[in-house]
């Protein structure tokens, strides 16, 4: 360890081996049992940490949950890697790739950090836009998924990339408990039918998100994309190709697996 490393706090060295290993496309084969998070506000520390190693800007949240009444979480996401529909993923970016069609969301006001926790309320009548969205699924981590939980959640909660759809305006009566949902690769059916989320109606972990970056001193600005949690479960393709997913009711979304 130099002498820089040393004056770190244990959130910042795990960040740093972290965002070395995303700027190389490799993984880390073994996180030193001292810079293991040792609680939830570590491992969000170590997100905003990563961020600031890569000198990357916030350009979106994801968040989800495991269950209907199951804790949230969530992770900042790389400016940097979020992309237009239409556009080409390069496979060897990724030390591991798999594929989730989700429903993100935006809102129309900026939220600031304040004193009081914000009303759900208010933020369910500031959701300015939905769209559908693929979140490539990915690690830094040597062995994952089989890698300690709060590891995973430091290290920005498995994300790779985010290929964002065509926003549409919010419609509130939408069937997001159960909507029809399709995913191919190269035509041929990876999920087809009617589909959900684990955390239930997704719009319930957009206050949490709201008051997560008001407590850790954070801005939301309006139309930021906030994606919340896989409809077709997880896939780990296998070959290249044309990847399209539609979720009825929204625009559909398409990219190349390279």
């Given amino acids: 360890m130099n002498s820089s490393q040393s004056s770190q706090s244990p959130q910042q060295r795990l960040a740093h081996l972290l965002g070395t290993a995303y700027g190389n496309h490799a993984t880390v084969e073994c996180i ?29 949240w994801k968040i989800g949950a495991k269950s209907e009444q199951g804790p949230i979480q969530g992770a900042p996401l790389p400016a940097g890697r979020i992309y237009p529909a239409t556009t080409v993923i390069e496979r060897a970016a990724y030390p591991v790739l798999g594929i989730e069609l989700e429903i993100m969301f935006c809102f129309d006001i900026d939220f ?9 309320q208010k933020v369910m009548r500031h959701i300015g836009g939905m769209a559908a969205s693929i979140e ?25 990339a985010l290929v964002s759809g065509e926003f549409i ?64 479960g997880i896939h780990f393709p296998d070959e290249a190709g044309l990847v399209i997913g539609q979720v009825a009711g929204l625009p559909p979304i398409h990219f190349e697996l390279a």
Wanted: charged content about 15%; aromatic content about 8%; proline content about 9%.
């Fill in 32 to 60: 030193p049992q001292e810079l293991e998070p040792a609680s939830a506000d570590d491992a969000y520390r170590v997100q905003q940490a990563f961020l600031q190693q890569r000198q990357e800007r916030i350009g979106g």
């Fill in 112 to 120: 600031q950090p304040g004193a009081a926790p914000m009303p759900e």
């Fill in 136 to 160: 490539i699924v990915s690690s830094r981590l040597a062995g994952w998924p089989e890698v300690p939980k709060l590891s995973q959640l430091a290290d920005l909660q498995n994300h790779g």
């Fill in 169 to 232: 305006a919010y419609d509130a009566a939408f069937p997001f408990l159960k909507p029809e949902a399709h995913l191919t690769l190269n035509g041929k059916d990876i999920f087809k039918g009617s589909a959900g989320n684990p955390a239930g109606d997704p719009r319930r972990l957009l206050g949490w998100l709201v008051n997560h970056c008001s407590t850790h001193g954070i801005t939301l600005p309006a139309g930021t994309v906030v994606t919340t949690g896989s409809y077709t």
